[in-house]
């Protein structure tokens, strides 16, 4: 069995493949473009995908070894994500399928997130619950089976990753953000300030209310002091850092003691977040839970992990056609 997997759904156009249940190639192209802007503009994005999407599927096969005649399947991500950005994906996997004869596998990129934890030992046992963190989704979901997943608590509006670039913009820092909350936070004392986590109902979240926070906290701090971000920014950015990871850890216990399931993942771009990584790791030891998380290259956009849900849904059987299209909104 071998697959190659396009991803396109947002500013990553990465290309790999997968050989016999092993990931032989993963090639990604980042979109630097974007950071003149503070934030990803969609237009801009689907021709840098344009662009880059020819080069990186031939790169991905040529490091593999794997001749396209060699090919049994053509995965691609349907959604959820920009619809340019998946429209070049799309129509570039269905007709490198058509032409070449092979089956069409079209994976839906939440599910590829979590399902990155089979790319490579140690893989968890099912049932297991996965928080999946990003810039456009903050979820908790039940997995019973690489194909059977249920949302049990999501935000109700902002999603996580969100809450950390737009933190970053408020203190000036460069497009994408969060990682440089991330860093600086390393220096600074994470609980030098406080800022309200609110309060959501069951297992959802949200997040709106805290960017709100920390908005009127910079503003009426540099009213008072124009240079109070530069000369605090440490101790800023981590105490920013703790508070939305104590968020998203609370509702994750609560899930965990609520289901009985103590094999614990999580996944998506912020799980690539050093502060999360060690707190749910540290929660992990407290409560007796085993604990996954994927290595930096599979948390963030890439196409391994949709060549491994393309794995599961060809064994499966589930393949599609030609005439299908992009999902933006696509649900878990």
Not at 92 to 106: D, R, S, T, V, Y
Not at 133 to 157: A, E, F, K, N, Y
Not at 219 to 225: A, L, M, S, V
Request: charged share 15%.
């Amino acid at each position: 069995m071998n697959i190659v997997a396009i991803e396109s759904s947002c500013d990553e156009t990465s290309a790999a493949v997968l050989a016999n249940g092993q990931i032989r190639s993963n090639i990604i192209a980042t979109q630097l473009i974007h950071e003149q802007y503070g934030g990803v503009v969609p237009e801009l994005a689907s021709r840098a995908h344009q662009q880059h999407i020819l080069p990186v599927v031939d790169r991905a096969l040529a490091d593999a070894g794997i001749p396209k005649r060699d090919l049994s399947a053509v995965a691609f991500t349907r959604g959820p994500g920009l619809l340019g950005s998946l429209l070049v994906g799309a129509s570039f996997a269905k007709a490198m399928a058509l032409g070449l004869n092979i089956p069409l596998i079209e994976v839906n990129h939440m599910q590829a997130h979590i399902l990155a934890h089979f790319i490579e030992a140690p893989r968890p046992a099912f049932p297991f619950l996965c928080l999946t963190v990003s810039g456009g989704h903050t979820q908790l979901v039940r997995v019973d089976g690489p194909l059977t997943m249920t949302v049990i608590g999501q935000t109700q509006d902002d999603a996580v990753g969100e809450a950390f670039d737009k933190s970053a913009k408020l203190l000036g820092l460069p497009y994408p953000g969060g990682p440089l909350i991330d860093r600086y936070a390393k220096d600074g004392n994470p609980l030098a300030y406080r800022f309200p986590m609110g309060e959501m109902p069951g297992l959802d979240f949200s997040f709106s209310g805290i960017k709100t926070a920390i908005m009127y906290f910079l503003r009426d701090n540099t009213k008072q002091n124009p240079d109070f971000i530069n000369q605090h920014l440490a101790n800023i950015c981590a105490s920013i850092q703790h508070t939305l990871v104590q968020m998203l850890l609370t509702k994750l216990k609560r899930a965990a003691r609520e289901t009985g399931i103590s094999q614990i993942a999580i996944a998506g771009g912020v799980s690539a977040n050093s502060g999360l990584r060690m707190a749910v790791t540290q929660a992990g030891h407290e409560l007796g839970w085993t604990v996954f998380i994927p290595r930096f290259e599979y948390c963030t956009d890439n196409a391994a992990m949709i060549a491994m849900a393309a794995q599961f849904k060809y064994e499966a059987g589930e393949f599609t056609d030609q005439a299908i299209s992009p999902m933006p909104r696509m649900e878990l």
